[in-house]
């Protein structure tokens, strides 16, 4: 009985400390706490000591703290409700009344610089449990298998496709979270070009990418004279090629982006080669593509003739709707063709066209159309439509379908069974099946290494943005047109308050002119429909999950976190030293160039200044500070500095400002006050800002507990050993006891019987 009664002490020692109600929540989630409180009663909720809400059982009234959460909290009966939560929200809630508490970490998944990444850069994952840096994670890579770094901050280096698709998070069994990762590299095509004409040299990305371009050029070997345009990012006129007097080459005067072609004029024959583009990004990564230029000879006049797979690629090409078309075309856009034009019987592989300049549509010359300037127009729109829509329905572009980076796609030959069946994508083979073997050859599309194809069925998992195209089955010429989704923020989601300027992206990869509808935090819809709209100095109003709505079915969301800096007031006795408090509540996606320390009254004392260089990273930069000591090794998210042998003087207002990436910056005031030291000759109590080793120690985490409960329940344990060993010895003991005292009395029972029968006789 008194080992149970122990255990029970220990028990209730442990729910009282509060350390049991540890919530681990996502960015965006909610939670709700109860107060354990009878009814009719006054229930005061705060948070970190402040108050949230205080409620009169008896008349029902209530009153508003300050805190941040006051404006978004609900509590009904002894509940309370914290939805849409934030990092910011990390920490403890408690009720006044039955002293209860509840320590609650915000959990958010980010990549830094962004989850776009171009091919060899460097990048960090993060999951970030604020408030508890020091809790293990387990990262699973795209492919399932487990990471074997269990830090809440992976570091990836040189990154290719095989880092690319979707990383997940797992704090909990109950808490994963996921961030999907694109790899882009520069794309091009060989071109080809008639003597004397003009060519565009193509170079672009497939699209945004998270690393700011920061330079780039063409260039040729071959033409050692030629003058070519560089690449240049400023703050007034960002991304824009700078040059000028280029005779032989065309450019794009305005802001780019991510296309970075230029165009050479009246090539001639000495021009053909090889041309190299070269792009270089933020952190040192860069790339390179070439493209090769052909000189071929000039077309006869006659029209061409092309075989009925390049038909469709001319229409590929036309790039105008049929809107577009109804309402431009005119009869001077057709023209008659030359009565000894080659007939199409003659060759019944191929179809005639001619490629109207005016339009750039491509009409069958078997409709033989003879139209007048003064026929009809009706009747050319509604030839045009129907042809159009013959040869888009041929063609298969009415199976279009939109999925987002990381979810999967499943698409149907319609072949009966034992038939043959040959995928591919973009003309390239994915995958060939014989229907009456059932064997297989693989084709080189990288889609081939993830394809899973099932009767006349072909799915397509993990999907990447370079999985966007078309994918066809060969037998029934059925297409499908696979658009990949993907939704970020540029420069990240984790954003400076009230300074920095912020770009949501919800791009579909190879069709940037859809529109889409956003929805912001509170619900309400966004007014314009792009796939990229610009957010300018970010408030918390900004703070929440932003949702992209590209279609009925496909909706996706991207979490924004605004934070400032922070600080408190702090005390501190003469002659002590104090540490000025200045930190972020988490990393931000901002890169931190620079910031410092000051104080206007005390224009004598020398803080040191904030430095980010590539081999040191961010540190404080100073030396020979007799007044201000800070950390010499590398900074993230805490800037404090420790003033020592605070005087009288001293007490005043000290600034600490930080400036990040493109021209943001964030500065917060602290006040230092100077008290009286306690009486008795004690050791006094430095500022709140100032904890002893000790204590610091006995509060460090340990597998989601503080040390001294740990020590605790050590303590208490061997207490409890002593106890059960001391119990059973005492127990063992009386028994034996027992047994000696039995044992005596039935001795002493057949002596008596003895000596009376002797007497007897």
Known sequence: MATCKILFFLLALYIWSGKCDVFYKRVGDEVSMKCGVGLNSNIDWEFNGELILGINGKTGTRRKGYSHITSKANAHGDSLRVPRLETRDTGVYSCKQSKKQYTVHVVSVFAKPGPVLVRSSDAELHCDITGNTNTEVQWLRP??????????????????????????????????LSVTLTVVDLQTRPVNVSEGDDIELPCSLPQNVSQRVEGGEWKADHLPTFSFPTLKNTKDKGLHWNGE?????????????????????????????????????????????KTTLRVVAKPSDAPALLKLKELKRCMDDAGASLSDASSSVSTEDISTYPPDEPSPSQ?????????????????????KLHLSKKENR????KILFFLLLALCIWCGKCDVLYEQVGGEVSMKCGVGPNSNIDWEFNGELILGINGKTGTRRKGYSHITSKANAHGDSLRVPRLETRDTGVYSCKQTRKQYTVHVVSVFAKPGPVLVQSSS??????????????????????????????????????????AGQWTCLVNDKLKLTITLTVVGLQTRPVNVSEGDDIELPCSLPQSVSQRVEGGEWKADHLSKVSFPTLKNTNDKGLYWNGEDLSKV????????TNFAVTLKNVQSSDKGTFVCTVRFEGGASLSVETTLKIVAKPSGGQEPTKGKGKTSAAIKTLTKEVYGLQLWVWIA???????????????VLFIKRNKQKKQRVRKLRYMRQSLTAKDYCKCKL
Not at 151 to 161: A, D, E, W, Y
Not at 629 to 636: E, K, W
């Open 245 to 289: 007097d280029l005779s032989k080459v065309n450019f794009t005067t305005g802001q780019l982006s991510t296309n970075f072609a230029v165009t050479l004029k009246n090539v001639q024959s000495s021009d053909e080669g090889t041309f190299v583009c070269t792009v270089e990004f933020e952190g040192g990564a860069s790339l390179s593509v």
């Open 347 to 367: 060759d019944p592989g191929f179809f005639s066209y001619r490629l109207v300049s005016r339009t750039r549509w491509c009409l069958p010359v078997g409709l």
């Open 713 to 727: 329940v050590g303590a208490s344990s061997v207490v409890l050993i002593g106890l059960i060993i001391v119990a």
């Open 501 to 542: 300027n912020a770009e949501l992206h919800c791009d579909i990869t190879g069709n940037t002119n859809t529109e889409v509808q956003w929805l912001r935090p509170n619900g309400e819809r966004y007014k314009e429909k792009n796939q990229v709209i610009r957010l300018t100095s970010v408030t918390s109003k900004e």
């Open 143 to 176: 492919n399932g298998e487990g990471c074997k770094e269990k830090n809440q901050v992976i570091r990836l280096k040189s990154v290719t496709p095989k880092e690319a698709g979707q990383w997940t998070c797992q704090v909990r069994d109950d808490i994963i």
């Open 629 to 636: 000591n800070f950390t010499t090794g590398q900074l993230s």
């Open 378 to 381: 009706m009747a050319t729109c």
